[in-house]
């Protein structure tokens, strides 16, 4: 029996999402595996490290000073609320929507690689770290990376819709 392919379209967007979430939690693995928390290895010099820091706030450990109770509410509550409405747009986004899906699926794999940690770790490991002629910025790992990227996609998703339904 062969499968439709929307659906199978929509299963591999899935399975972009397991890859990329497996992807954060292998790495997460191999730093705490290997390197001691708050250590830092230099891979290019002046320039990009891996340091093994823990994060118990938000994007770059906003709100990392709010009461454990009420963080945990939040960076629980909300993560679960996104990946919910993300499956919703994805399963009412048209399949062959190439940008808009891979977006979503690159927002979802991250969102539920730092969800994994809130809840079993209690905190998010974060370890890519980089600096730029005098500028460093906070370390951050493989899933913001993918809800970054993921957001990017769907800005030039919107951009380039915008484009082709605005006449010239």
């Not at 708050?38 to 706030?57: A, M, W």
Request: net charge neutral; hydrophobic share 55%.
């Amino acid at each position: 029996m062969t499968l439709p392919r929307s659906l199978r379209t929509r299963l591999l967007y899935l399975a972009l999402s397991a890859f990329l979430f497996s992807l954060d939690r292998v790495t997460k693995t191999w730093v705490v595996d290997r390197i001691s928390l708050h250590e830092s290895v230099s891979v290019v010099e002046g320039f990009f490290h891996l340091t093994h820091i823990t994060n118990t706030g938000a994007l770059f450990g906003l709100m990392a000073g709010l009461s454990s109770p009420l963080r945990g509410l939040i960076f629980i509550t909300v993560p679960v609320l996104a990946i919910t409405l993300i499956f919703l747009f994805q399963f009412h986004a048209r399949e062959n929507d190439f940008l808009a899906q891979v977006g979503l699926s690159m927002i979802l794999g991250g969102a539920l690689g730092n969800l994994w940690d809130r809840v079993f770790l209690g905190h998010v490991i974060d370890f890519l770290d980089f600096s730029v002629a005098g500028f460093h910025w906070p370390a951050f790992n493989i899933a913001d990376s993918c809800i970054c990227l993921g957001v990017v996609s769907l800005i030039l998703d919107l951009l380039w819709r915008e484009r082709r339904v605005v006449p010239s």
